[in-house]
């Protein structure tokens, strides 16, 4: 079993940042890539950011590259995703996901475990 644990959401303005972390635990976390998606209200749940197992390469999506940042610290077991320059439409539940398999790309259903998500409201 892997669990998955977010933190760091929170209520901010626009432009302001945060920074995200996924504690994982249950298996070998250096051997995965790890990912973050979102979820807004009503919506499905959307790709953000991926890295791979030795955080070499970094693969974003479009609406938020340039202003988002996924890194991971394998010796803590932990992932994050640093989130500058908010805006509205980043408002959505975020969530650090991991593959079944150590290698994943985009879309939800390759990856089996997901944290609780942590609520990220960006105001106006």
């Known amino acids: 079993q892997v669990q998955l644990v977010e933190s760091g959401g929170g209520l901010v303005q626009a432009g302001a940042s945060l920074r995200l972390s996924c504690a994982a635990s249950g298996r070998t976390f250096s051997s995965y890539v790890m990912a973050w998606f979102r979820q807004a209200q009503g919506k499905g749940r959307d790709f953000v950011a991926r890295?791979?197992?030795?955080?070499?390469?970094?693969d974003y999506a479009d609406s938020v590259k340039g202003r988002f940042t996924i890194s991971r610290d394998n010796a803590k077991n932990t992932l994050y995703l640093q989130m500058n320059s908010l805006k509205p439409e980043d408002t959505a539940v975020y969530y650090c996901a991991a593959p079944t398999t150590p290698m994943a790309w985009y879309r939800a259903d390759e990856y089996a475990y997901w944290g609780q998500g942590t609520q990220v409201t960006v105001s106006s």
């Open positions: 890295v791979t197992s030795t955080g070499g390469n970094t």
